[in-house]
């Protein structure tokens, strides 16, 4: 038997006055978690909303700043976690992927509160962990999906507008990730259809970015939501997500993982690297962009996407991100731990050579230097 849930969504300045009808089915007492600053965008509304309703909140509950199994743990010990329920997970994608995980563990409901339109972690099956010092640690596959994602679209334009701005870029990778990955598979017809369904959204995503990105952008750098920000949130949380869940079937049988490949490697090498490691993670992820299109010889597409790059200003070179290129050996040891390198099944089309994606680095510095 086959079994495939997928994510449901809510969008708009008004969308928390659909929470009750949506979530009571599953009780009545919540234990809402996340970052600081979500929780204070998010709860006071959310509370506006509720009232007159059944429905218990417990007061804020701090994540604990990291997505790590030491934080899952830390949360799953609190009584009022304990006899939720259903969580209600606020903010960003390490608040929500942590909330996700001691979810999962606990066998509780969870709904999703982005207050950042920064990655898909709001409406997907994996949890990306860290270690308490923050370099990347592994992926947890969950059970499901959030049940529920809702996008208060006037909390996501009051964010920090560079949040949104990375979460473009994360999102831009999801097309030629999953292309790469599924490359040899499917010219064999072995890709089967829940992942091939997955593949085939991506593009959707690349054609909203390019058509909205930098009005969107300019709508959250003013705190004014309009269409084309709700455009873009909806496809950097949602389609991306979708894609997400159809594609990572790492833990299936037969196993398939076309969700995430070089770009997302790249990314997990520089939570070593000092410097490049406070950036943000969809802003290195653009950047592991172009360096995967390098290395696969996709000079004309890496070139049309610098092109958008260069209109909100994404990086082009390793010094956009403070990457010393002396860092790149220990960048691709780290990057080379991972799924995302091709250490599982159709994970990438070809071997993968440290030695080919150093100069690929080298060689993308090189063209983004010319261009700036």
Request: aromatic residues 10%; contains cysteine; charged residues 25%.
């Amino acid at each position: 038997m086959k079994r495939m849930i997928l994510s449901a969504w809510t969008i708009g300045t008004d969308c928390y006055e659909q929470v009750y009808d949506i979530v009571r089915r599953y009780g009545t007492k919540a234990a809402v978690i996340g970052g600081k600053t979500a929780l204070s965008k998010g709860y006071g509304p959310l509370c506006d909303a509720l009232k007159g309703t059944d429905m218990e909140l417990t007061e804020p509950i701090w994540f604990g700043g990291e997505a790590s199994y030491e934080n899952v743990d830390m949360l799953m010990a609190k009584p009022e976690v304990q006899n939720a329920d259903m969580i209600f997970a606020f903010g960003g994608g390490r608040a929500l992927d942590t909330c996700k995980c001691a979810a999962d563990k606990m066998n509780k409901p969870i709904f999703t509160f982005p207050t950042l339109s920064s990655n898909c972690a709001p409406s997907t099956s994996i949890s990306i962990m860290y270690y308490p010092d923050g370099s990347a640690r592994d992926n947890c596959y969950l059970k499901r999906c959030p049940e529920h994602t809702f996008i208060n679209s006037a909390i996501v334009a009051d964010s920090p507008a560079d949040y949104f701005w990375a979460g473009i870029g994360d999102a831009l990778a999801k097309e030629y990730e999953t292309e790469f990955c599924s490359r040899v598979p499917r010219a064999q017809k072995k890709v089967t259809h829940t992942p091939l369904l997955g593949v085939q959204i991506a593009p959707c995503i690349t054609e909203t970015l390019i058509n909205n990105g930098e009005t969107a952008y300019n709508q959250v750098k003013n705190k004014t939501p309009g269409l084309e920000m709700e455009e873009v949130a909806q496809s950097v949380i949602i389609t991306t997500g979708l894609c997400s869940n159809l594609t990572a079937g790492a833990m299936r049988t037969p196993p398939y993982y076309y969700n995430s490949s070089l770009a997302h490697a790249f990314y997990y090498g520089t939570t070593v690297c000092k410097g490049a490691e406070k950036h943000l993670h969809g802003e290195v992820v653009a950047l592991g962009l172009l360096v995967m299109l390098t290395f696969d010889k996709q000079f004309e597409t890496r070139d049309k996407l610098i092109d958008f790059y260069q209109t909100i200003d994404l990086p082009i070179c390793m010094d956009d991100i403070e990457l010393d290129l002396n860092d790149v050996d220990k960048l691709i040891d780290k990057a080379s731990t991972f799924i995302e390198w091709g250490i599982a099944p159709c994970t990438v089309p070809y071997e993968i050579r440290k030695e080919a994606f150093k100069q690929a680095i080298i060689d993308t510095d090189k063209v983004g230097k010319r261009r700036k």
